[in-house]
């Protein structure tokens, strides 16, 4: 089993529609979660930090679920502009090393007219 | 501007002859880590570094070297690139805070190599 895993898409969703992923990880010790934002062949972006109680920033949200061991990412009134990669990232993974960030494959948002 | 650079962004080269890919950043971050990316496979840390003169495997080490000499530098190193080495590899700083230690990390733009 991946360390951290995720449905690669493409999810392709009209404008305006809400549209969400999840991700999956392996390791209960994990300690803390992101979700990251990649254009096409260009570096990855913090999109926003995943916190216990749930955060949301504009029209993003994003959950954790600890005893089930995945988080979420929810994207309402999606723009084209959101159309992305959106990579899930797990720091910590219990092996002494807090140092590391393991990052999903990535989930392929494609957002039409 | 903070960011991160990264030199060359492309490169094509052949089998075994030695290359450098360097990466400095400008934002005074103790973490600096270098990745590879590839169709399918994701992200994948090649080695990282905690402070100066402290570095450490990654995932997918072997066939690379690091060095950190110096706080804002931290170059990647193929003493003998094989094809297999083709991807599109990431440079990355971070702060380190607290005790989970890594939280937003910044990505240089990517340099793209090709071995022949």
């Known amino acids: 089993r991946k360390e951290v895993e995720q449905d690669p898409g493409p999810f392709n969703v009209p404008e305006g529609a809400t549209v969400a992923f999840n991700c999956t990880y392996s390791?209960?010790?994990?300690?803390?979660f992101f979700w990251y934002r990649q254009d096409c062949r260009k570096e990855p972006k913090l999109l926003m930090s995943v916190y216990s109680s749930g955060n949301e920033d504009g029209r993003f949200t994003a959950q954790l679920n600890r005893a089930s061991q995945y988080i979420s990412l929810l994207i309402r009134d999606s723009k084209l502009s959101d159309s992305a990669t959106y990579l899930c990232v797990v720091n910590g993974l219990g092996d002494g090393t807090a140092s590391k960030l393991t990052f999903g494959t990535g989930t392929r948002l494609q957002v039409t007219l | 501007e903070a960011q991160v650079t990264q030199n060359p962004r492309y490169l094509i080269t052949v089998t075994g002859k030695k290359l450098t890919v360097t990466c400095s950043q400008n934002?005074?971050?103790?973490?600096m880590s270098w990745y590879r990316q590839d169709p399918g496979l994701g992200l994948r840390q090649i080695y990282y570094?905690?402070?100066?003169?402290?570095?450490d495997k990654g995932d997918v080490p072997e066939g690379y070297k690091v060095s950190r000499k110096e706080k804002r530098n931290f170059p990647l190193i193929l003493e003998s690139p094989s094809p297999n080495q083709t991807s599109l590899y990431f440079c990355a700083s971070s702060p380190l805070e607290g005790l989970d230690g890594i939280y937003e990390q910044y990505f240089g733009p990517g340099t793209r190599l090709t071995v022949t």
């Open positions: 570094s905690m402070n100066v003169e402290v570095t």
């Open positions: 390791n209960s010790a994990s300690q803390s």
């Open positions: 934002m005074n971050h103790e973490y």
